[in-house]
């Protein structure tokens, strides 16, 4: 029986779809052009993690990335043995699957085509928005008694113009009552508290 081999499909990212066989002892991941599997993506550190082959199971570590490693949610800690299926974030963005890729030799095979990587999720539907159907019922001159509609006017002017005479009149309202104070010498009686009031 053939050792078992694997590979990473990344399903978010910058190349959904994308499969990375998992041919060395030794992978490291990142942005970096010296990485073996490059990932493209500001969420992804140079070097961010690296991939062991210990006998017949990988170990992925984290290698002091700035946005983290996570496998099935959790924050990797130190090394951590993968086992099939188990999903790895890198950041927030990157998204791989670890998947084992079994080849069978005695295996008939149907087509040489690959599997279309899964895509983005369809978008939402589309609100109901029911249309009127064509009435049969005779129109006539029905349209030409109706009165032409007027353009509707912008409801914000009004409201500024009233809140800027409201301003106004307030200001006028303090200072008239501010001099009526002031000339009638009435300081110590509104404000006793004033220094110099007896």
């Known amino acids: 029986m053939p050792a078992p081999s694997f590979q990473l499909s990344m399903r978010t990212g910058p190349a959904p779809g994308k499969v990375f066989a998992l041919s060395q002892d030794e992978i490291t991941i990142g942005r970096d052009v010296s990485n ?4 493209n993506d500001v969420e992804v550190s140079r070097r961010h993690a690296r ?7 990988f170990v992925i570590e984290d290698l002091g990335s700035t946005n ?4 099935n949610g959790q924050r990797l800690a130190g090394p951590h043995v993968l086992r099939v299926g188990d999903v790895i974030l890198l950041g927030e963005n990157v998204t791989l699957v670890f998947e ?3 080849y069978d030799p005695n295996a008939t095979v149907a087509s ?13 539907p589309q609100a109901y928005s029911p249309q009127m159907a064509p009435s049969s019922a005779p129109t ?5 008694k109706l009165p032409p509609q007027q353009p509707q006017k912008s409801s914000k002017v009004p409201c500024l113009a009233i809140g800027c ?7 006028l309202l303090v200072v008239g ?21 007896p």
């Open 36 to 39: 073996d599997f490059i990932i």
């Open 51 to 57: 991939l062991s082959r210990q006998g017949m199971q």
């Open 68 to 71: 983290g490693t996570f496998i």
């Open 100 to 102: 084992e890729t079994s």
């Open 112 to 124: 040489p085509a690959m599997a279309a990587p899964a895509g983005p999720p369809p978008p939402p």
């Open 140 to 144: 006539g001159d029905l349209e030409n």
């Open 165 to 171: 005479v409201s301003v106004i009149v307030l200001c």
């Open 177 to 197: 009552a501010l001099w009526y104070i002031d000339s009638h010498y009435l300081w110590c009686t509104v404000a006793p508290f004033i220094p110099g009031c």
